[in-house]
Each structure stands twice: as C-alpha cells, then as structure tokens.
C-alpha cells in the first residue's frame, strides 16, 4: 500500500514528519523509515519534523559527515543516518549500528541503499522528488507495523 502526497512548501514537509512521529508504534519494537530522494528532496526536512515533535529543540542536521545522529526522545532511541557519504557499506559494521536494532528504536535512513545488506528491513519508505510546484512525497507501507503507521498518517493528515 502507497499514499502520493503533495507537499508545496517546506513547512508541509516538516509537518509531515510530526504527524509521522505521532503515528509510531506503541510497542516497543524496532521501526525503520527509509527516506529516500536526491539531494534536496526534502529528507532531512521530514526528520526533523519528526524529530521536533518526538522533543528535539534547536536546529536538527543532516549527519551528513558523521554518518549518524543518535537521540533519545520520548521513549524512543531515535538513529538518524545519512548515508550519502558512506563508501562501502560494511563502514556501518564500525559504528555498531546493529546493537541499536531493539527494543523501542527508531531508525531514520537517508540514501538506504548505499547500506544494503548492513540494515535492518524497513517498515515503511518515504520518496521524496522535486517538482516546480514543491515536492511530491510517495509513502509505502513494508510491513504490518509500517501499515498500521501510514493508515494512521493517512488519517492524521485527513482529520
């Protein structure tokens, strides 16, 4: 199941991702996002509404060069990982990035693909792209939890 969204301004995007964050699991299971987009698309954007809404106060970066940003926040261990630099994808093997896959984690991944076969199975995928009217975000549920999450975000931005 898929939802295309419309998002105009950045400010949409950034609300995406506090509904997102009010959608998350109550059980204490890991749950992946992958966000995925070229440069620009809004990923960052997205986790840090996310992030926002979970408690982060001040400015939230993209961990472009340190590849990972660790939170805890309201209950959650919150990864966000930005994988744009990363060369091969056993470098995620150097910075344990497997003992955070438990209990309540949240995992956010930036350029997923570049840490194929070093992650864990996503739940739920978020493409972003660049239109000349804003961005389009296409949200992809890949799991029973990443179901329940989009039917819950769905809902979230109806009501």
Partial sequence: MSHLLHLPTEVQTQALGGAAARCLPR?????????VGDLGAGKTTFARGLLQALGVVGRVRSPSYGLLEHYELAGWQVLHLDLYRLLDPE?????????????????????PEKGQGYLPAPDARLTLSCGANGHRAE?????????AWLT????????
């Avoid at 059980?27 to 966000?35: K, R």
């Avoid at 470098?91 to 350029?111: I, K, P, Q, T």
């Avoid at 949200?139 to 179901?147: K, T």
Wanted: aromatic share 8%; proline share 6%.
């Fill in 27 to 35: 059980e204490p299971q890991p749950f992946v996002i992958e966000l």
């Fill in 91 to 111: 470098e995620l093997e150097n910075l344990g990035v497997r003992d955070y896959h438990a209990g309540r984690s949240l995992w956010l991944v930036e350029w």
């Fill in 139 to 147: 949200l992809a549920a890949l799991s029973g939890p990443g179901q």
């Fill in 152 to 159: 819950c975000l769905m809902k979230d931005r109806t009501s």
